[in-house]
């Protein structure tokens, strides 16, 4: 069955800081790998996405996630972080053949100045 | 902005009352998919809708039941509502129905208060 895993539901960093975010999907096919962003009170933004064209994909506001099949995980990484980042995150998967996006359960991000 | 429309914001009722949220997709999409958002069950799947026809279920209780209207736009109905059914529901679309990597673009969602 195929599954989503977001390792912290709450990660801390300061201004600046490396962000990194955690996601490991189970699927016995092919994934199609998504990150979401929500802000507060809002809808889930499309940050990236992987849909095999190419393994380190670049999203918006200087995200980016690479896909590792060996690892079975699409970890989001942005160099600088910013105040503005301070929102959940969301790892997705769809999969060749179904219609269900499966979304992981979320990591909450904190930013400190 | 991302082009989805829900309407209420916000909805307040009472137990056993029935509901019915309301979703128009983006200018062109076909595909309409309603998500509850809950903090003990998270972000779950409930149905999706294609230029009118249900093309997929997730887990939608029979309580549920949701349509998608020549117009595309879809409504979802709550009814004999329980405490639990407190939530955030999204609505999102894309313009296909069966390419994976299609993008959803979600709307601000509604959240519905069961007292």
């Known amino acids: 069955a195929q599954s989503v895993t977001q390792l912290g539901s709450h990660v801390s960093v300061s201004e600046g800081a490396l962000v990194l975010l955690r996601c490991n999907y189970s699927s016995s096919v092919p994934p199609y790998l998504f990150w979401y962003v929500q802000y507060p009170n809002q809808g889930l933004q499309l940050l990236l996405k992987y849909t095999s064209a190419a393994t380190l994909v670049k999203g918006i506001n200087g995200f980016e996630a690479e896909f590792k099949k060996s690892e079975t995980s699409f970890h989001l990484t942005k160099p600088s972080a910013h105040m503005s980042d301070a929102a959940e995150y969301f790892c997705a998967v769809t999969y060749t053949g179904g219609f269900k996006t499966i979304f992981g359960a979320g990591t909450r991000l904190f930013v400190k100045a | 902005d991302s082009g989805v429309t829900q309407t209420p914001k916000h909805l307040i009722t009472a137990t056993g009352q029935r509901v019915t949220l309301r979703c128009s997709p983006r200018s062109g999409d076909l595909s309409v998919y309603w998500y509850q958002q809950s903090l003990d069950q998270g972000l779950q799947f409930l149905i999706q809708?294609?230029?009118?026809?249900?093309?997929a279920k997730g887990n939608i209780l029979e309580r549920f039941s949701a349509q998608q209207f020549p117009d595309l736009h879809s409504e979802l109905n709550l009814s004999s509502l329980e405490l639990g059914d407190s939530a955030l529901y999204f609505c999102?679309?894309?313009?296909?129905?069966?390419?994976?990597?299609?993008?959803?673009?979600f709307g601000p969602g509604t959240r519905l208060t069961v007292l």
């Open positions: 999102a679309s894309s313009s296909s129905d069966v390419v994976p990597s299609d993008t959803q673009y």
């Open positions: 809708y294609y230029n009118g026809e249900e093309r």
